[in-house]
């Protein structure tokens, strides 16, 4: 892949409004994602089982219409699709606080609402992705997905810890409303961009067909292979993860809603020191050896997350979650990058709805058996058996040829 000055994208309009689109949204979900959570155990008493299944329906719909999304998305221009799936998020999200004003939320309108919402995400997250080529070139790919997981992680920072403080303030329901706002943001910002897309090719085939071919092509990538796997099964223990977290942090940590969200900002925060420091990771080790070592270095920590306790011994958590963001982030932009640079065009959608398909589907399975294990073990054990899992999550790629390259091919 060609390399590129960096800063360029600064002077590129429609990157800006896309960045600037996608930032906004990013915040406002990461307000709505601790927000419904927190809504969930303390005004509507929540049970561990039932807050997996809240974890579980935030991302179901990648593992439930993922594939076919691709494919509608290679055959429609993707900057339509990425305004519609947020006014879409934006309509179904206003009802909670609505439904919280008029005294009628209940637990099922929140899970409802939250996998609709999940259902308009799959078509977002992989139309932005497909899009940013045709929209800055693919020299300035590792630049591009830079700023865009910077802001990402800005917003895992700042987003639980403003979410907490509005849960505190003025409750869950309203918080949602921020989550909404941003949607309807971002939806006014990419309406903007003016660069005309290339028509999709019409190919003849069927659904089916165009579903094999894009699966084909990661599965069947002797580097991307390793990728899919590793980060599946990372994601698998981030589901059990993300299904006791919040339980653990104010039933065993005793922390209130504002200290929830700040302990959940360091994953943010992490996430944004990654994002700073990608490209100097690529720069010094190459873009195949930071995508292993980036997460070999981090990984461990993640073990401190559950022995944490009230007092100074939070501290352990919050470490734990901060090396978990900063590797996930510097292991993700350059994984990404390669994702990108190495697919066709009229792939482009299939691929990383492929690869979407199979590495965020894991994350509801992940969320169900949380619940269960929250309910087995409480949510401390639950904890630890998430972490031990994103220990072993790293075998596919210690066992892959990514671990002797530098840089990966045509780079």
């Avoid at 594939?67 to 998305?73: F, R």
């Avoid at 997981?149 to 509005?166: D, I, K, N, V």
């Avoid at 309203?174 to 706002?181: T, V």
Wanted: proline residues 5%.
């Amino acid at each position: 892949m060609p390399r590129s000055a960096t800063g360029a994208l600064w002077r590129h309009r429609d990157f800006l409004l896309l960045w600037g689109g996608e930032t906004t949204s990013q915040v406002g979900t990461r307000i709505g994602q601790l927000a419904a959570p927190l809504l969930a155990v303390t005004a509507l008493g929540a049970t561990p089982w039932q807050m997996g299944l809240l974890t579980a329906a935030q991302t179901a719909g990648f593992l439930l219409i993922g594939l076919p999304a691709g494919v509608v998305i290679d055959r429609v221009r993707r900057v339509p699709v990425l305004v519609a799936a947020d006014l879409v998020r934006f309509a179904l999200l206003v009802t909670v606080p609505i439904a919280w004003w008029y005294e009628v939320l209940g637990f099922g309108h929140l899970l409802l609402v939250t996998f609709l919402a999940g259902l308009a995400t799959v078509f977002f997250d992989v139309a932005y992705q497909s899009v940013l080529p045709s929209l800055v070139g693919r020299e300035h790919l590792v630049e591009g997905n830079g700023k865009l997981e910077s802001t990402r992680a800005a917003a895992e920072a700042g987003g639980p810890a403003l979410g907490g403080g509005l849960v505190q303030l003025v409750g869950g329901a309203i918080a949602i409303a921020a989550q909404a706002a941003g949607h309807l943001v971002s939806a006014i910002a990419i309406s903007r961009i003016r660069t005309t897309e290339p028509a999709p090719a019409r190919t003849g085939t069927t659904v089916r067909a165009e579903i094999v071919e894009g699966l084909r092509f990661v599965v069947g990538h002797r580097l991307l292979r390793p990728i899919v796997l590793c980060t599946a099964s990372s994601n698998l223990a981030g589901g059990i993860l993300l299904a006791v977290l919040v339980l653990f942090l104010v039933d065993d940590l005793g922390l209130p809603e504002v200290g929830v969200g700040a302990a959940v900002a360091a994953v943010g925060v992490g996430g944004l020191a990654g994002a700073l420091t990608a490209g100097a990771w690529t720069r010094r080790l190459g873009q195949a050896r930071t995508i292993v070592v980036s997460l070999l270095v981090t990984t461990p920590f993640v073990l401190l997350i559950p022995l944490g306790g009230p007092g100074p011994l939070i501290l352990l958590t919050a470490v734990g979650l901060f090396a978990d963001g900063y590797g996930g982030v510097v292991y993700n932009v350059a994984q990404v990058s390669f994702r990108q640079a190495i697919c066709p065009d009229r792939l482009l959608g299939r691929m990383n709805a492929g690869v979407r398909f199979l590495v965020w589907g894991t994350i509801p399975v992940g969320g169900l058996i949380g619940g269960g294990l929250g309910e087995l073990l409480g949510p401390r054990g639950a904890l630890l058996v998430a972490c031990c899992a994103q220990l072993l999550s790293l075998l596919p790629l210690l066992l892959s040829p990514l671990r002797r390259l530098r840089d990966l091919p045509g780079q």
